[in-house]
């Protein structure tokens, strides 16, 4: 943490001091957004959590490299990832390399992060250099983006997740900086990336799309833009499609499946306060939005009407700007009807800080420089008080950022508490790959490190249905769970249908007591088995059917790392 801290106040004290040469030296540029990837650095190894459902998205990648093909259960063709890009990067360094595929996930996730903070610098300085022309591109503005993704708390906790997170931000980012650059195709391109990254990219194409057909509707482009567009993403996306539905037999992923279905009001209730949460510990990114927005407004072309008609770069820096905006919005607005998410540091918003950074900055840097147009001569741009004001709100917003890390509830503390939870969950695992046969049917409810650490030859069943086909399209909703996107069950099929050997009902690793009492959706089938972890005072309590119980005992008795302790002793 301390690390940390220096960090910020090295890249603070650089930035304030440098401010002015940084609009006119490109060394002091670069210095800055070196010091900026440092910070980053420094801020997502301070969370270092490697998170639960990323262990499923492993697990299908080790299928892929051991060639079984993209299943979690072997001879199981479930869909239950939604991040195919992500799974196949992470099955082809291991396939190619032999590379861990955890480790592989962390690295990637940090340079995507790290990618984030270059790639802030690098829009917004073609956007302002395009509202305000290259004699008074003011760079240093790109230079204060950079700093305030540094500075994005869910984004540094979520790099070194093991997450596709900081690949869909990036990929989001390189579509805007595409646009911008009127690259329309590889702009699909990359459109269909970031849809097989997240699902949420589908609120990306649409976004984007609309955007390019509002510009050729006002002949800012002619129509082979928005063609280009549909075209580049086609190229991927048809293919994709195609196999998905062939190998799988659905067009909507399982793991989506699963997330669906519940009762809308209380979906909405539900995001609505996950917004509320979020807005309130991101509060000075939403001001800095509406503060920027408003100059960016009142600094419009049309009140230069008398200088002439705005240049066409200014018109398309503007445009992307409100693109940017809109994106935002749409993409805030579409996680609040999905309901949020149930995950700290708000991992489903970690890409909206930067980028209502990079949309504040850009509109502030634009309307800046006042506005150019084609009038000969051309007014010389004019100087604007925001230039000197920009570098304080940078700093301010990302020292905030960094305090919200360190001390909000949702953020760094229970980031760890977390890490300490899947850190059991897959020693549970690995206890239970180490004892069980080839075959054994396992069922879980925290479905992620525990299945990993498991492997492939144990057969993982989730009741709550992300990768069983049955449960996820035909399984119950109950929102007393409690938990977005986590309601579907179907106990019966579990229990009389799959009848797993084994039953494991913890999410959070091991109880610092014995606890002895039945779960009644297992007590008819199922004995309670309770085993201490030898050197410690954890526990862990497992259901065995009882056909098998005596036996089972044994076999996960054998372990010295647990010891089998008889409830009642």
């Known amino acids: 943490m301390v690390v940390v801290v220096g960090a910020w106040l090295l890249l603070a004290v650089f930035v304030l001091a440098a401010w002015s040469r940084l609009n006119t030296r490109r060394s002091w540029r670069i210095i800055a957004v070196l010091l900026a990837l440092g910070f980053s650095l420094a801020h997502q190894l301070l969370f270092s959590t490697v998170a639960e459902d990323a262990f499923i998205t492993f697990r299908y990648a080790l299928n892929i490299a051991e060639g079984n093909g993209p299943v979690f259960n072997v001879g199981e063709r479930v869909e239950g990832y939604s991040n195919f890009l992500w799974m196949v990067l992470l099955a082809l360094f291991k396939t190619l390399f032999g590379a861990d595929i955890v480790g592989t996930a962390v690295v990637l996730g940090v340079l995507s992060t790290l990618g984030c903070v270059v790639l802030a610098y690098v829009l917004v300085h073609r956007i302002v250099r395009k509202g305000r022309g290259t004699e008074d591109s003011a760079p240093a503005f790109g230079v204060a983006a950079a700093v305030l993704t540094a500075g994005a708390s869910g984004l540094a906790a979520y790099g070194p997740s093991g997450l596709e997170t900081p690949l869909f931000l990036l990929l989001a980012l390189c579509i805007c900086l595409s646009v911008a650059e009127n690259r329309c195709v590889m702009a699909g391109v990359l459109v269909a990336l970031a849809v097989m990254t997240r699902p949420d990219g589908v609120v990306i194409a649409i976004v984007v799309g609309i955007w390019l057909v509002v510009r050729a509707a006002r002949h800012r482009v002619d129509w082979w833009a928005p063609a280009g567009y549909v075209l580049g993403a086609l190229v991927l996306a048809v293919p994709w499609t195609a196999w998905r539905v062939t190998y799988y037999g659905y067009l909507v992923p399982n793991a989506l499946a699963a997330k669906s279905g519940a009762p809308l009001g209380w979906q909405l209730e539900q995001g609505g306060a996950y917004l509320v949460e979020f807005g309130v510990a991101h509060g000075g990114f939403l001001l800095l939005a509406v503060a920027a927005l408003v100059l960016f407004v009142v600094r419009r072309p049309h009140a230069d009407r008398a200088e002439g008609v705005p240049e066409p770069d200014v018109i398309l820096a503007r445009s992307v700007v409100w693109l940017v905006v809109a994106l935002t919005v749409f993409y805030l607005a579409f996680i609040t009807y999905a309901g949020g998410d149930w995950m700290p540091a708000w991992r489903l918003l970690a890409p909206v800080p930067p980028l209502v950074a990079i949309g504040s900055l850009a509109a502030l840097g634009v309307a800046g420089g006042g506005v150019r147009t084609g009038a000969s001569p051309s007014p010389r741009p004019r100087r604007f008080w925001l230039d000197k004001a920009v570098v304080p709100v940078a700093i301010v917003l990302s020292g905030l950022s960094l ?41 879980t409810f925290a479905n992620g490190a525990l299945s990993y650490e498991a492997g492939s030859r144990i057969v993982m069943l989730d009741v709550l249905g992300l990768t069983d086909e049955h449960i996820a399209r035909h399984g119950q909703r109950d929102k007393r769970l409690g938990l977005v996107g986590h309601l579907a069950q179907d106990y019966d099929y579990v229990v009389n249908e799959r009848m797993p050997a084994v039953a494991i009902t913890t999410g959070s690793g091991y109880s610092e007591t014995q606890r002895c009492g039945a779960d009644p959706l297992y007590a008819g089938r199922y004995l309670v088995a309770t085993f201490r972890r030898v050197g410690t005072d954890n526990w862990v ?29």
């Open 403 to 443: 305090f919200a890390s360190i001390t909000h509830e949702q953020m760094l503390e229970r980031m760890h508490d977390w890490r300490d939870a899947i850190a059991e969950l897959g020693e549970i695992g690995d206890w239970f790959g180490a004892t069980l046969p080839s075959g054994t049917v396992v069922s």
């Open 541 to 569: 309590k497992v259901y065995l059917i009882r056909e098998q119980v005596t036996w089972l005992v044994e076999t996960l008795g054998a372990d010295p790392r647990f010891e089998h302790v008889p409830c009642g002793e």
